[in-house]
């Protein structure tokens, strides 16, 4: 889609967004002409709106001449205008200050990052504190046959504890064609952590195995479901009373269904956890309609807290969709980078 663009429309497309998270109001054609660095007419902007329009990249909210940007809008701006600047001095000196008080427990570690995240970004701030992996190995992981057909698959861990299953295959398989999925999955998986194993590793397994995928189903559907179980987590929110600052919610039952979705903690977990753009080691999550109709409004920037090489946390941004990403991301980045240093040098 930005290849589609000359280098003129990108900067009107830019000066809109910018103007558009600035006054939550829609920018009209004689607001753009009014940017003298443009150095654009007023005919010229007219009709370089109209064309962004037809490309989706702008909407009409009303019947007034303002637009807004849309979700693609957003996504250009966030890949490929949005600078990754550094966060101001002052700025990185109030985090550092507060943080050095709260390094005693991870807990409040994660309480303060979130007053400080609600309170720079005038948004709402949620963590997840995952209960931190006792690194329990894996030692095996055995298929063994009872005939043709069905198998069990034995999960031996370092603390002598033994996970099973008996499976059915929807095809036969014999003993040699077990042994080596058996040595192929041992060999990628012995030794690690079995908290930490996730869905990458077992798309790796699969595709070094590929060929038995279609009579393994039985087999990675037990093996995900023992292994990327859920842990225990803590959900925390902070600055909720700040989505009514924003003229998105100012509608009263708008703003009463959010503060009841975000009661619900699973499906914001869930939200966290979706892939949006990469900045780095922040990820960016901007609204559309699979997120239901209070969601698709808002945006959510995360990024995760590592102890050891494990992820034991995760904070986040709630905001509109206007939201400023800029300063948001400067701020996540700089507070990500001080969070894991204290959790690795305490």
Request: aromatic letters at 6%.
């Amino acid at each position: 889609m930005r290849n589609d663009l000359t280098e003129r429309k990108l900067r009107i497309l830019e000066f809109i967004i910018r103007e558009y998270i600035q006054t939550a109001e829609p920018v009209g054609s004689r607001t753009v002409s009014k940017n003298k660095s443009l150095n654009v007419s007023a005919a010229t902007i007219r009709n370089d709106m109209s064309d962004l329009e037809e490309l989706g990249l702008l909407l009409q909210p009303h019947t007034s001449a303002g637009r807004i940007p849309s979700e693609k809008a957003y996504e250009i701006y966030v890949e490929s205008m949005m600078n990754q600047g550094e966060l101001r001095e002052a700025d990185r000196e109030f985090i550092r200050a507060q943080l050095s008080q709260n390094i005693d427990k991870i807990g409040n570690l994660l309480q303060r990052s979130l007053d400080l995240i609600s309170s720079l970004t005038d948004y709402i701030s949620v963590g997840v504190l995952q209960e931190v992996c006792k690194k329990r190995l894996i030692k095996n992981i055995s298929l063994v046959p009872i005939d043709n057909r069905r198998v069990v698959v034995v999960t031996v861990l370092d603390s002598g504890e033994v996970l099973s299953e008996n499976l059915l295959l929807p095809q036969n398989l014999d003993n040699n064609t077990l042994h080596l999925i058996s040595q192929t999955i041992n060999e990628t998986m012995s030794g690690r952590c079995y908290e930490e194993v996730g869905e990458d590793l077992l798309r790796y397994i699969k595709a070094k195995i590929s060929e038995y995928s279609t009579s393994l189903e039985g087999i990675f559907d037990f093996l995900e479901q023992q292994l990327l179980q859920e842990q225990p987590f803590h959900l925390l929110f902070n600055g909720m009373t700040n989505i009514f600052n924003h003229p998105e919610f100012y509608d009263i039952d708008k703003a009463k269904s959010f503060l009841t979705m975000i009661d619900e903690e699973t499906p914001i977990r869930n939200l966290m956890n979706e892939k949006g753009i990469r900045k780095g080691d922040i990820n960016i999550i901007i609204g559309d309609e699979s997120m239901g109709s209070i969601m698709k409004d808002c945006s959510i920037i995360t990024a995760d807290y590592i102890k050891d090489g494990l992820t034991i946390g995760k904070v986040g941004i709630i905001g509109p969709k206007r939201m400023d990403y800029q300063r948001a991301y400067n701020i996540m980045s700089y507070l990500q980078s001080e969070i894991n240093r204290l959790l690795n040098d305490s």
